[in-house]
């Protein structure tokens, strides 16, 4: 069963249902440049209509967050993202609300631009807290970096797709070892 371009990129990833809109937003900055393809950031028109300076916090919380999903992959963090993350958070007010079952769960204190940012922000902790956001995971393609979910039983997943970039890279390591022998 091949991938059904029809489907939306979430969906066909598996991405769970907490973690749908961290994806899509992780994945408007697309990197992927192999086959001659030209990145494409679809950042402006994910958010809608917005001021500059909610447009650079948007661009900031979306470099935070693919470097920690490339840290998922890799287990090495740099201290400076986590201190961008930090400033990043100070600006995207959180409170607990209710879920109205007995649950407790984090939402923006404000509406816009700035509550959408929040409440990515909320999934993500709320997905840190439950284990899920650990497999969110840079793909190790140079050619690629697309944000994926690893639904890989011992939480390995290095590809977004083990057919495309995973076959890609091994192809690529082969012909080197090749060549140098």
């Not at 039983?153 to 797709?161: A, D, E, F, Q, V």
Request: charged share 25%; proline share 4%; aromatic share 6%.
């Amino acid at each position: 069963m091949g991938w059904d371009r029809e489907k939306p990129a979430a969906e066909h990833h598996r991405v769970p249902a907490g973690l749908v809109t961290v994806f899509e937003f992780l994945n408007t900055c697309d990197l992927r440049t192999f086959g001659g393809r030209e990145p494409d950031d679809e950042l402006a028109r994910w958010l809608g209509v917005c001021e500059p300076a909610q447009y650079e916090l948007a661009v900031a919380l979306r470099r935070t967050l693919r470097a920690m999903a490339r840290a998922n992959r890799t287990g090495e963090l740099d201290p400076d993202v986590a201190a961008e993350l930090d400033q990043v958070g100070a600006a995207l007010p959180l409170r607990a609300r209710s879920g109205g079952d007995g649950t407790l769960g984090l939402g923006a204190v404000d509406d816009g631009v700035a509550g959408t940012l929040a409440n990515l922000l909320a999934g993500v902790v709320v997905a840190s807290a439950d284990g899920s956001w650990a497999r969110m995971k840079e793909c190790a393609a140079p050619d690629c970096r697309w944000i994926f979910y690893d639904h890989a039983k011992p939480r390995n997943g290095r590809w977004c797709s083990t057919a495309g970039c995973g076959n890609r890279m091994k192809t690529r390591a082969y012909r080197n070892r090749a060549s140098i022998s």
